[in-house]
C-alpha cells in the first residue's frame, strides 16, 4: 500500500477520533484540540498512532515537530 494512501486513512482514523488531522501526498498534520501543551499532545497522539498501527503493521511512520500548512483550504482529509 502506498504511503499516501497510508496518510490519508490515518488522517481519517484520526478524525474519527476527535483530532484535527489531514494529509498531503504522504505528509499528515494531526493536533489534539484539548491538549494542555504540545508534550501532552504528542503523548496523547502517539497513543492514537500506536492504536491504528497495530492494523497496519508494516506503515512506517517519523514523527516530527512542525509547523501545520497555513492554508487549510489546500489540505485535504
Same mark, same amino acid.
Not at 494512501?5 to 484520526?14: K, N, P, T
Not at 508494516?58 to 489540505?75: F, G, L, M, Q
Given at each position: 500500500?502506498?504511503? %499516501?494512501?497510508?496518510?490519508?486513512?490515518?488522517? =481519517?482514523?484520526?478524525?474519527?477520533? @476527535?483530532?484535527?488531522?489531514s494529509?498531503?501526498?504522504? #505528509?499528515?498534520?494531526?493536533?489534539?484540540?484539548? =491538549?494542555?501543551?504540545?508534550?501532552?499532545?504528542?503523548?496523547?497522539? @502517539? @497513543?492514537?498512532?500506536?492504536?491504528? %498501527?497495530?492494523? #497496519?503493521?508494516?506503515? %512506517?511512520? &517519523?514523527?516530527?515537530?512542525?509547523?501545520?500548512?497555513? &492554508?487549510?483550504?489546500? %489540505?485535504? =482529509?
Open positions: 500500500m502506498s504511503s %499516501r494512501i497510508l496518510a490519508e486513512q490515518l488522517a =481519517a482514523y484520526l478524525c474519527e477520533q @476527535g483530532y484535527d488531522a494529509s498531503r501526498a504522504r #505528509h499528515l498534520w494531526a493536533a489534539h484540540p484539548i =491538549a494542555a501543551d504540545p508534550t501532552e499532545e504528542r503523548l496523547v497522539l @502517539g @497513543g492514537a498512532i500506536a492504536m491504528w %498501527r497495530r492494523e #497496519h503493521p508494516d506503515a %512506517r511512520i &517519523d514523527p516530527v515537530d512542525y509547523e501545520p500548512p497555513t &492554508d487549510r483550504s489546500s %489540505r485535504s =482529509a
